[in-house]
């Protein structure tokens, strides 16, 4: 969450920054130690939601670089929590950063612990904004928020130690020290002591001091520089290497836009000449500091504001989703109604069709459809049998165009019976002549006439067996077997006959069987028998 | 967070529109969902209904329609004693009489106990369940048109029995038919087809 507000600390006063209009504007403030907050205070209290942040820019603020053994996160927050406790045991406004591993030692971790070694007046104020419910986000100090400054702004090749030197508003020198990107140490010089803007010679001096107080092993020199970047200095051009006197000190000044730029601050915002406050200000808002001042108990209202803020983000959610789903539901309640609508309709007017036409059951001596049932089966009884009259009209017309036929038996019956029978016994001819079978293809007759019956129609067949001679037979087989097959013939005519076959003719021509005979003088005792095996269609209906 | 350290009011101060918003708005989607489910199961009533309705009018339409094709045919069919009990005794008697008339040389009868008849064309459900009793004639005729002419007498007899099959054979195809006697004999079956009515088939069976 970034800071709305930001409360600037310094020894003499507190100066408060508010967010408008892309960049940060003082707003309210007071003077310390006797001023009155209540306007800084009442000011915050009018926008109780927004997060505030603190910058504590004072002299007791101190820094101690220090080495752990490397240990699990739950064992590293304990010992730097002891090692903090006895670094700064007299303040509850400290912190410590792990740096990272030290080069030769990988088992072991640079830490920096900070501390505000006097902090009446953080303690105060923070104690006037926890009563006033109002959530504070984090305190910081510049020195905290530099290592941005130092990765943006250092020359493209860097010295091991880098000084960043900013003007402050009160007038005073912030002086930060870094080695290897590392954080080592911060001071600030009061505006009573500090080197004039513009008094290069006495700056070199008291930036030579700084170094001595921040590592006293370190000698700057031409082959062991610092590289020294002077932030909001007035009077002084932007340079890449301002000549200093000083072989140690490689003095740059960045260019306020190009460096407000690099660092992700709006033009507005930062490197104003003497007034770095307003640059740490704007680098709180975009970069994160390496520490946080503040004990959990001062963050408080900040962490309920959290969850106030998620609560009300799910809320919102939530709430989103109960009217997106009551939405769906209305679409779906207005479709159902109409199709609700449209099914009464319907069955007002089903029962407006059904009522007046409907018939009772008293009305009929049966069901319509046990009639229908009853008629059907009728029906199809009715046209599974044959009428005696068509036979005899069939055999009739033949016989009339035969008139040398004369027929001895006359039989016919379903072709179900047939099969029965045949499937017991044989067919009833065959029993009656006692004689081999032959159709005219050769094979046996039954047979070939289901299978021909079946694929001819679908209307029931029944089978016709006639059996006849030729009268007046002379002894003439030739001519008996010719009226045989006009007899055939007739009957073939007829539209109703499936097949017509012999099944005994007058004499037995088939060559795979023997034949006998005897030639007497009587010829009245010969006769030509036939037998004749048809199928004919119940219905008279095409093949 | 430890719980003590939580300030309640000022967390209620933060959330309460936000949750009074989250409660009417889950209110209404319970609403909403209480009056959709409703509307679900109203809808669902309506369809159920107008199902049975259209079941029951496309049952009406399709006994309407039977009733149109077949009621005069069954009407008929009952007048001819083919529905209902079998009409033996009148079947018999008009065999008896139609010989007589007839003057045929002999009849003999065999009439088989009834039973179900079963057909692969006579589909259950489609067609009544339909009972036979097949009659058996043995005829002495002068002439085969007295075939024709019993069977025709026999078959407008109440139960309308109907020809199965039919053999007629001639006694001496060489001598000259004589008036007086039998010239052919004839063996035929007929089949005496009784439809029940369902009433009827039920009471005889109640366990069906």
């Known amino acids: 969450m970034k800071p709305r507000h930001v409360a600037y600390l310094t020894s003499s006063e507190v100066v408060l920054y508010t967010w408008d209009n892309s960049q940060y504007v003082p707003v309210s403030g007071y003077e310390l130690p006797n001023g009155d907050p209540t306007p800084l205070v009442s000011y915050l209290r009018q926008t109780p939601s927004a997060v505030i942040a603190i910058l504590v820019d004072v002299l007791e603020e101190e820094h101690q670089q220090a080495t752990i ?292 059951p008293d009305l009929y001596t049966a069901d319509p459809l046990e009639m229908e049932r009853i008629v059907r089966a009728w029906q199809l009884l009715e046209k599974h049998v044959v009428e005696p009259r068509d036979i005899f009209s069939l055999v009739s017309a033949a016989v009339d165009a035969n008139p040398d036929v004369r027929v001895d038996r006359i039989e016919w019956l379903p072709l179900q019976a047939v099969t029965a029978a045949t499937a017991d016994s044989g067919s009833a001819a065959d029993e009656q002549d006692g004689e081999p079978v032959e159709s005219e293809a050769g094979t046996t007759a039954t047979e070939p006439a289901m299978d021909e019956a079946g694929a001819a129609t679908s209307s029931p067949v029944f089978r016709l067996v006639i059996r006849g001679h030729i009268q007046p037979f002379a002894g003439d087989y030739p001519l008996a077997f010719m009226n045989v097959r006009t007899f055939m013939q007739a009957l073939r005519a007829d539209r109703r006959v499936i097949s017509v076959k012999a099944i005994n003719e007058p004499l037995d021509l088939n060559p795979r069987s023997t034949l006998t005979g005897e030639v007497t003088a009587d010829l009245k005792t010969e006769k030509a028998g036939f037998t004749l095996n048809i199928l004919v269609r119940a219905a008279d209906e095409p093949a | 967070m430890n719980l003590p350290k939580i300030d309640w009011i000022y967390l209620r101060q933060g959330l309460l529109s936000a949750g009074l918003a989250l409660l009417v708005c889950a209110l209404v989607w319970g609403g909403t969902t209480l009056y959709h489910t409703r509307a679900t199961a109203t809808q669902a009533a309506e369809q159920q209904r107008l199902d049975g309705l259209e079941a029951e009018r496309s049952e009406l339409t399709q006994r309407r329609e039977a009733l149109r094709k077949f009621a005069r045919i069954y009407q008929q069919l009952a007048l001819d004693g083919v529905v209902g009990s079998e009409q033996r005794l009148a079947v018999v008697q008009a065999t008896r009489l139609a010989s007589e008339a007839l003057r045929l040389p002999y009849l003999k009868y065999t009439t088989n106990p009834q039973q179900a008849f079963e057909a ?74 009784s439809i029940p009515r369902e009433s009827a088939l039920v009471a005889a069976n109640p366990e069906n």
């Not at chain 1, 610092?226 to 007035?234: A, N, T």
């Not at chain 1, 997106?324 to 449209?342: D, F, P, Q, Y």
């Not at chain 2, 053999?167 to 008036?179: F, R």
């Open chain 2, 120 to 193: 692969p064309w006579l589909v259950p459900g489609v067609t009544a369940p339909v009972l036979v009793s097949q009659l058996d004639l043995q005829l002495g005729l002068v002439h085969e048109l007295d075939l024709l002419r019993l069977l025709g007498q026999i078959r407008n007899a109440p139960g309308r029995p109907q020809v199965l099959s039919c053999s007629l054979e001639m006694l001496s195809p060489d001598i000259a038919p004589d008036p007086d006697r039998a010239n052919l004999t004839g063996n035929c079956q007929l089949a005496l087809y």
């Open chain 1, 69 to 360: 053994a490397r240990l699990g996160r739950r064992d590293q927050r304990a010992m730097l929590a002891r090692k903090l406790a006895r670094a700064f045991p007299r303040t509850n406004y400290r912190n410590a950063a792990v740096q990272g591993r030290l080069p030769n030692e990988p088992q072991t971790a640079r830490i920096l612990l900070s501390g505000l070694t006097k902090a009446e007046h953080l303690g105060a104020l923070l104690g006037l904004l926890a009563e006033a419910k109002l959530p504070v986000a984090r305190v910081c100090s510049p020195a905290l928020l530099s290592r941005p400054l130092v990765d943006k702004l250092r020359p493209a090749s860097p010295a091991d130690a880098t000084l960043l030197v900013s003007r402050q508003r009160e007038g005073s020198l912030r002086l930060t020290f870094y080695r290897d990107r590392n954080l080592v140490g911060s001071r600030l010089i009061r505006r009573s002591v500090a080197a004039a803007p513009g008094d290069i010679p006495r700056l070199v001096r008291q930036l030579e001091e700084s170094v001595r107080y921040f590592d006293a092993a370190f000698a700057p020199s031409a082959t062991n520089p610092v590289d020294v970047i002077l932030l909001c200095e007035p009077g002084t051009e932007p340079t890449a290497a301002l000549g200093t006197g000083h072989d140690g000190f490689r003095l740059l000044v960045p260019d306020p836009v190009a460096a407000a730029a690099k660092l992700g601050l709006g033009t507005g915002a930062g490197l104003k000449p003497g007034n770095a406050d307003l640059l740490f200000v704007a680098l709180l808002r975009q970069h994160a500091p390496a520490g946080d001042f503040a004990p959990p108990a001062d963050r408080r209202y900040f962490d309920l504001h959290r969850m106030r803020v998620f609560g009300r983000a799910a809320c919102v959610v939530l709430a989103g989703g109960a009217l997106l789903g009551s939405a769906l539901n209305v679409a779906g309640i207005l479709r159902l109604t109409g199709e609700t609508a449209n099914i009464q309709a319907t069955i007002g007017s089903l029962y407006r069709e059904m009522d007046p036409t409907s018939p009772s």
